[in-house]
């Protein structure tokens, strides 16, 4: 029987997951909460209590707050640069799942010589395909969340943060405590907003090996 492992490339697969810079859009995302969060020494005070004051926190938070918006503003750009990458590779994976279980199917139902024919192979290849295309799949779901929290971020709690700082600084200060709980509670939501997690791309969890044991699988008597 013809080397059917050989019509697709796990190994390029699993590259291409490995390589998706998931890890470092949320790390940019989170930087941007954080350089939010600590623009206001008043409630970092409020954090740190009488031991930050002996500690000097409060000071370590003015300092902090000031330069929040330079920092808000490095992170923003880092983490567009980021997301297009994100979504670029996410899209090339895209067709990925069909044609694995495009393949899978082939497989399950092609018809050789019954002398080299081992069904027990094809079908343990088979299945190794389906749970791959499964993966590309999680993957993928889980970059476009990490998408949609980078454009939440970008597109409403950075801006709300800036009216608030642009209110503040004419002293609207009624306005400015309705913001300011606006703000908190939408850093509590996209902090406890549980970013979906994807199996590791380690090769010691990769699903090819589950060929190279169809290769060497002994008949059922």
Do not use: K, Y
Not at 156 to 168: D, E, F, G, K, M
Not at 181 to 205: C, E, G, H, N
């Amino acid at each position: 029987m013809q080397d059917a492992s050989g019509a697709v490339d796990l190994d390029a697969i699993n590259a291409c997951l490995a390589h998706l810079p998931t890890g470092a859009l949320l790390a940019q995302l989170d930087a941007i909460l954080a350089a939010i969060d600590s623009s206001d020494p008043s409630r970092q005070r409020r954090r740190s209590g009488f031991l930050g004051l002996l500690l000097a926190r409060d000071l370590v938070a003015q300092a902090q707050a000031g330069d929040a918006d330079t920092r808000v503003r490095l992170h923003l750009a880092a983490a567009h640069d980021i997301a297009a990458q994100l979504a670029d590779q996410a899209a090339q994976l895209e067709s990925v799942p069909s044609r694995l279980r495009d393949e899978a199917v082939q497989l399950r139902s092609s018809t050789t010589d019954p002398a080299t024919d081992d069904p027990q192979r094809r079908a343990a290849i088979a299945a190794t395909w389906e749970t791959a295309a499964a993966h590309v799949e999680l993957v993928r779901g889980h970059a476009a969340q990490l998408l949609r929290r980078h454009a939440q971020v970008r597109d409403v709690l950075v801006p709300a943060w800036r009216q608030q700082a642009a209110i503040s600084a004419r002293g609207g200060t009624a306005r400015i405590v309705r913001l300011d709980d606006a703000l908190r509670s939408q850093i509590a939501a996209l902090r406890a907003a549980a970013v979906t997690p994807v199996p590791s791309t380690d090769p010691s969890q990769d699903p090819a090996p589950a060929i190279r044991d169809a290769d060497t699988q002994e008949p059922s008597p």
